[in-house]
């Protein structure tokens, strides 16, 4: 069973839009952590955010925002007034605590920013 | 900023032939990852590494995949008689410790073309 799942495989939106990108985790532990990474074009994966079972604090920074819900199992992204840097592949990951310290990455969601 | 860094970044190989994928990891980091990217699909974990044994690996990391730390900085995967399902990106990570609230740090990948 997959334990991260991104059922959005592409999304487009036009520059200046907000969008949303979503995460959905399964896990049997109570301490786990969610990450969100960034895979541009260039391929690398850049952190963006980590968050922790215990901290459902929504967070902000700068354009970025993200939603945690534990009653939905949701980890949900948002970019406000996008950009076409913002264009890359974005991936959403859990590690847990009891069972060892290996990334589960979902399937990753395709942004394209049209300018 | 220190980052982990991963030579070649494009390797392209006969099918049957061993290839060795290098890393080097954030120096005062203790543990040791190696993810493969299929193109257009997830990031899978293989294999984590911590003081000089291979402390957790995924059904992927069969007899054909090897691990060492031959010296005090590099991180090699070896892979010794390639498949033609064996063309993948494969990114090396490192983190401080191996507690799964840390964030792993992700090389730039080393995209392996078995022909």
């Known amino acids: 069973a997959q334990k991260v799942t991104q059922a959005q495989t592409e999304i487009s939106v036009v520059e200046k839009e907000d969008v949303t990108l979503d995460c959905v985790y399964e896990?049997?532990?109570?301490?786990?952590?969610l990450f969100w990474y960034k895979q541009p074009p260039s391929g690398e994966l850049v952190f963006l955010i980590r968050r922790n079972s215990f901290d459902e604090q929504n967070e902000i920074s700068g354009r970025y925002s993200w939603n945690f819900q534990k009653s939905t199992s949701s980890f949900n992204f948002t970019i406000t007034a996008s950009q076409v840097v913002d264009s890359a592949v974005y991936f959403c990951a859990l590690s847990e605590s009891n069972t060892g310290n290996q990334f589960y990455f979902g399937t990753g969601t395709s942004l394209t920013v049209i300018p | 900023e220190p980052e982990v860094t991963q030579t070649p970044s494009h390797q392209v190989t006969q099918m049957g032939q061993e290839v060795i994928l290098r890393c080097v990891p954030i120096s005062n980091h203790l543990y040791f990852y190696w993810y493969r990217q299929i193109l257009g699909q997830k990031v899978e974990f293989l294999v984590s590494?911590?003081?000089?044994?291979?402390?957790?690996k995924s059904e992927i990391f069969d007899d054909q995949f090897s691990v060492e730390r031959p010296d005090g900085s590099n991180f090699t995967l070896k892979i010794r008689s390639t498949k033609l399902e064996d063309s993948a990106m494969y990114f090396c990570?490192?983190?401080?410790?191996?507690?799964?609230?840390?964030?792993?740090?992700f090389g730039p990948g080393t995209r392996l073309t078995v022909l």
């Open positions: 590494f911590y003081n000089n044994e291979i402390s957790e």
């Open positions: 990570a490192s983190s401080e410790d191996g507690r799964a609230e840390n964030e792993q740090f």
């Open positions: 896990t049997r532990d109570t301490t786990y952590y």
